[in-house]
């Protein structure tokens, strides 16, 4: 099985900050891999697919890169609105894996 | 509007079983793949199982394969999961999930409990 790996597992920032999370896969997985948003007592959320996909009505402010086996969700200025759990997920083959989240949380 | 209604948990004891449905709208649901994905209580995401859009393809986590079926009924455009044997850990929020294609899971539905415990 494919693993993923998040990091930080949390992280603290401002309304106004960039930030980026990081995903690393535990092998090739070109640009298989998504992000979700996940919001306390909400549904997970699609926000980027084939690793730089802007899903439909995402903001612009969320960008996702990488290739291979290392990724990047950045959220170029953070907004109210964006203090929530971040998942990525691989989707090269089965069995669909998603990491362990990062918990982005307001300072 | 795309619409995803999962409903079948509830409390069930070890090595019983359940079956969970989920009844789509708002899409051509005979169109896409469909997924289970669960969620223990305050942990984070796990995969169960997915379809594909004509059942020619199945399948499952480690944690539920040889215990868990995913079917479908394109004709009533739901999504079945028939879990037997069940187990603690197989405590969670499930939710049935759509496939945009690549195994991008676009719309969510809200979830419905698993509790197993004696």
């Known amino acids: 099985d494919i693993q993923m790996t998040q990091s930080p597992s949390s992280v603290s920032a401002s309304v106004g900050d960039r930030v980026t999370i990081t995903c690393r896969a535990s092998?090739?997985?070109?640009?298989?891999l998504a992000w979700y948003q996940q919001k306390p007592g909400k549904v997970p959320k699609l926000l980027i697919y084939?690793?730089?996909s802007l899903q439909s009505g995402v903001p612009s402010r969320f960008s996702g890169s990488g290739f291979g086996t290392d990724f990047t969700l950045t959220i170029s200025s953070l907004q109210p609105e964006d203090f929530a759990t971040y998942y990525c997920?691989?989707?090269?083959?089965?069995?669909?894996?998603f990491g362990q989240g990062t918990r982005l949380e307001i300072k | 509007e795309v619409q995803l209604v999962e409903s079948g948990g509830g409390l069930v004891q070890p090595g019983r079983s359940l079956r969970l449905s989920c009844a789509a709208s708002g899409f051509t649901f005979n169109d896409y793949a469909m997924h289970w994905v669960r969620q223990a209580p305050g942990k984070g995401l796990e995969w169960v199982s997915s379809?594909?859009?004509?059942?020619?393809?199945?399948g499952y986590a480690d944690s539920v394969k040889g215990r868990f079926t995913i079917s479908r009924d394109n004709a009533k455009t739901s999504l079945y999961l028939q879990m037997n044997i069940l187990r603690p850990e197989d405590t969670a929020l499930y939710y049935c999930a759509k496939d945009r294609g690549g195994n991008w899971l676009d719309f969510w539905g809200q979830g419905t409990l698993v509790t197993v415990s004696s």
């Open positions: 997920q691989q989707a090269h083959s089965f069995p669909i894996t």
């Open positions: 084939a690793a730089s």
């Open positions: 379809i594909s859009w004509n059942s020619g393809s199945v």
């Open positions: 092998q090739v997985i070109s640009s298989w």
